[in-house]
């Protein structure tokens, strides 16, 4: 079992930046890929970015390729997101997910999820 704890969501002016954090225990960290999804209100669930185990591989959808970074610290069994100039079209919960083989743009190929953390963008 992997347990994944979101935080650093909030509201923020359109422009600016936030960082959301993703803590996870349990089984090794390091052996997982891992993802953020969003999910606006009356929209399906979206892939943002994903993360390979090693940090060492990247991916983004193209709405938010050159604004956001997904990071890894293996130390800390962290894994980030790092949101730049957002939108109010970012406006979400946001999720990060754990995946025990590659890293994947398929919400269904995730093992665990957290409990997903708000993020605001106002106009």
């Known amino acids: 079992q992997v347990q994944l704890v979101e935080s650093g969501g909030g509201l923020v002016q359109a422009g600016g930046s936030l960082r959301l954090s993703c803590a996870a225990s349990g089984r090794t960290f390091s052996s997982y890929a891992m993802g953020w999804f969003r999910q606006a209100p009356g929209k399906e669930r979206e892939f943002v970015a994903a993360i390979s185990w090693s940090g060492g591989s990247t991916y983004y959808a193209d709405s938010v390729k050159g604004r956001f970074t997904i990071s890894r610290d293996n130390a800390k069994n962290t894994v980030y997101l790092q949101m730049n100039s957002l939108k109010p079209e970012d406006t979400a919960v946001y999720y990060c997910?754990?995946?025990?083989?590659?890293?994947?743009?398929?919400?269904?190929?995730?093992?665990?999820w957290g409990q997903g953390t708000q993020v605001t963008v106002s106009s």
């Open positions: 997910a754990a995946v025990a083989v590659i890293a994947t743009m398929y919400e269904v190929e995730y093992d665990y």
